[in-house]
């Protein structure tokens, strides 16, 4: 058991590599086609993505051998092979399938979501490896759920950013008090500075808003930083 995070982490990272690199949806895989929509960030934002795949290594590494019989340790496993697992097929489900892709990165968010949650306290070891990528995911799942929104008509994409933004700010707090750690309002923050650079020419609103998420997500991590 203690191997499993290990080798759905490799096959996490390793998912890029074998299926191709994930682009952002297809615009005219929406009934309304997506062309630069708001609620999506930035491209420079999804470079965290190299130290989320580093983070969830080492973490998965250390839980096989340093940690393997750690107590503290078991409880996160599962969860966190199951979120990992389902990533590693996630790449040709996005470019075949927005919808389902959404259905699977939820997924992912519940069973990275348990596996913050239950994680041991250890911060630079587990909490900010399962934090950073159970806040990514989180703002992930609520853009994929405005490009939904927006792509099939249900409101438009300024209302769509707008709504992802405020779900996320929700369930991001949510998750801050269930578990405290700088880690998660860091991803969120990253996120939304992504979403405010992307509407930097386009949305005024939606720069707006999300440039005070991102703000506030700052505070929060700063502040879990010095009282742990």
Do not use: K
């Not at 306290?121 to 992930?140: D, F, I």
């Not at 880690?183 to 405010?196: D, E, K, N």
């Amino acid at each position: 058991m203690a191997y499993l995070p290990l080798l759905a982490a490799l096959a996490f990272v390793l998912s890029p590599i074998v299926s191709g690199s994930f682009g952002g949806f297809d615009p005219q895989a929406f009934p309304v086609p997506q062309d630069d929509p708001p609620v999506q960030p930035a491209g420079w934002a999804f470079a965290i993505w190299g130290v989320i795949y580093l983070a969830l290594l080492a973490h998965t590494a250390i839980g096989a051998t340093i940690r393997r019989n750690a107590p503290e340790w078991r409880a996160a496993r599962l969860p966190l092979t199951v979120s990992l697992a389902v990533g590693a097929a996630w790449i040709p489900v996005a470019n075949a399938s927005p919808v389902w892709a959404t259905v699977l990165i939820l997924v992912m968010l519940g069973t990275a979501v348990l596996a913050y949650i239950r994680a041991p306290s250890e911060r630079l070891v587990a909490l900010w490896p399962l934090g950073l990528y159970a806040g990514w995911l989180l703002a992930a799942s609520a853009v994929s759920l405005g490009l939904l929104a927006a792509g099939y008509g249900l409101t438009g994409e300024v209302v769509a950013a707008a709504l992802a933004l405020v779900l996320a700010v929700i369930l991001g707090f949510q998750l801050m008090r269930a578990r405290r750690s700088a880690a998660l309002p860091v991803a969120l923050g990253w996120a939304f500075a992504g979403i405010a650079a992307q509407n930097w020419d386009e949305s005024l609103y939606v720069l707006c808003l999300a440039a005070a998420a991102s703000t506030i997500m700052a505070v929060r991590a700063v502040r879990a930083f010095l009282r742990p």
